[in-house]
T-cell receptor
Framework: AQKVTQAQTEISVVEKEDVTLDCVYETRDTTYYLFWYKQPPSGELVFLIRRNSFDEQNEISGRYSWNFQKSTSSFNFTITASQVVDSAVYFCALSEHSVIQGAQKLVFGQGTRLTINP | DTEVTQTPKHLVMGMTNKKSLKCEQHMGHRAMYWYKQKAKKPPELMFV???????INESVPSRFSPECPNSSLLNLHLHALQPEDSALYLC?????????????FGDGTRLSIL
């Protein structure tokens, strides 16, 4: 069975601190896709990044960076110099293999609530 | 602004009412999804439509009835709901439902059942 674990339920830091959100996954698939989504208080889930299993390059986008390590089945997310606007719930998700064509199923972690204090 | 539009943003209804949630996207996506999200929980998949046909029903009670009139629209018809159905209902779309494609979500409808 596929599973995503975000062990950190809540994190609170002071603005400008760096913070890392952990994501550990389990899958038997050799090809798989991982995603990070941000959910601000307004409700919508905002897509941040996709990583496929055969590309282990780390990714940086502005203050955001992602570290994908197949050896430890982890896909961690770091925010550098955090800002109050980064406060949100962050979900890590794994795209599940489905025998039904054209129907993607995401396995979500429980989410990490990040609070950035001024 | 999100590219997936959901209406209404808030809905309060009694257990005997009939109402509908609407979702619209104009990105040319051919897969659309309904999720239910309770407080402090991740979204739970309810239905998936692919090319306007129902592909997945995650054993959702029949008081929830989805409809996909065309490739841009997705409705969720509600009837005789229970208080435990109070939640945030999210709509999402993706290009064709492939595993590699990110889903794009709307702001959701916050539903309260009295």
């Amino acid at each position: 069975a596929q599973k995503v674990t975000q062990a950190q339920t809540e994190i609170s830091v002071v603005e400008k601190e760096d913070v890392t959100l952990d994501c550990v996954y389990e899958t038997r698939d050799t090809t798989y896709y991982l995603f990070w989504y941000k959910q601000p208080p307004s409700g919508e889930l905002v897509f941040l990044i996709r990583r496929n299993s055969f590309d282990e390059q780390n990714e940086i986008s502005g203050r955001y960076s992602w570290n994908f390590q197949k050896s430890t089945s982890s896909f961690n997310f770091t925010i550098t110099a955090s800002q109050v606007v980064d406060s949100a719930v962050y979900f890590c998700a794994l795209s599940e293999h489905s025998v039904i064509q054209g129907a993607q199923k995401l396995v979500f972690g429980q989410g990490t609530r990040l609070t950035i204090n001024p | 602004d999100t590219e997936v539009t959901q209406t209404p943003k808030h809905l309060v209804m009694g257990m005997t009412n009939k109402k509908s949630l609407k979702c619209e996207q104009h990105m040319g996506h051919r897969a659309m999804y309904w999720y239910k999200q309770k407080a402090k929980k991740p979204p739970e998949l309810m239905f998936v439509y692919s090319y306007e046909k129902l592909s997945i029903n995650e054993s959702v009670p029949s008081r929830f009835s989805p409809e996909c009139p065309n490739s841009s629209l997705l409705n969720l018809h509600l009837h005789a709901l229970q208080p435990e159905d109070s939640a945030l209902y999210l709509c999402a779309s993706s290009q064709e439902g492939g595993r590699e494609q990110p889903q794009h979500f709307g702001d959701g409808t916050r539903l309260s059942i009295l």
